[in-house]
């Protein structure tokens, strides 16, 4: 199984920080990855696929890049409405496995 | 509007069982490859099953195989995860998921409300 290893689990930063997080994989995945947001109580929304095209109708703070092994998910200018939890999953062979989470909290 | 209602969950005792179903709207159904995803509480997400879309591929995690069974009606738009022998551990917010095209290579686009499985005695 392919091992997603997120870091910081937890990160507190100010509006208008620039903020990354990092996902490495255990295994080589090419461009197999995705981000998603969950805010608490709701459901999962998907941000970034292909490791690097952001989904329709996600604002353009939000970018990503990587490949292979390494990925990283960065927000330009950290918004208030950006808290919550980010995950990255990997899709590039069963089991799709998750990440642990990052936390994102507002100072 | 792409909608995922999910239904079927509730408080169930340790080896009992459950089904959930999830109803689709607002896309061509047979067109996409499904999957459930579960978060326990407090926990991360972990995924479950997946489902082409003509059903004859069904991928599951260890965790539930051989206690577990996706399946959809696609006449119905409909998605459904039969599980058996639950555990306590199973006890999770369990997401209907649809995904891009197919779901390996692809990606998670939308996700349902999410329904709540208790398992406990």
Known sequence: ?107 | EVQLLESGGGLVQPGGSLRLSCAASGFTFNNNAMSWVRQAPGKGLEWVSSISNSGDTTPYADSVRGRFTISRDNSKNTLHLQMNSLRVEDTAVYYCVKCGGFCQYKHFDVWGRGILVTVSS
């Open chain 1, 1 to 107: 199984d392919i091992q997603l290893t997120q870091s910081p689990s937890f990160l507190s930063a100010s509006v208008g920080d620039r903020v990354t997080i990092t996902c490495r994989a255990s295994q080589g995945i090419s461009n197999y990855l995705a981000w998603y947001q969950q805010k608490p109580g709701k459901a999962p929304k998907l941000l970034i696929y292909a490791a690097s095209t952001l989904q329709s109708g996600v604002p353009s703070r939000f970018s990503a890049s990587g490949s292979g092994t390494e990925f990283t998910l960065t927000i330009s200018i950290l918004q208030p409405e950006d808290f919550g939890g980010y995950y990255c999953q990997q899709l590039n062979s069963y089991p799709l496995t998750f990440g642990g989470g990052t936390k994102v909290e507002i100072k």
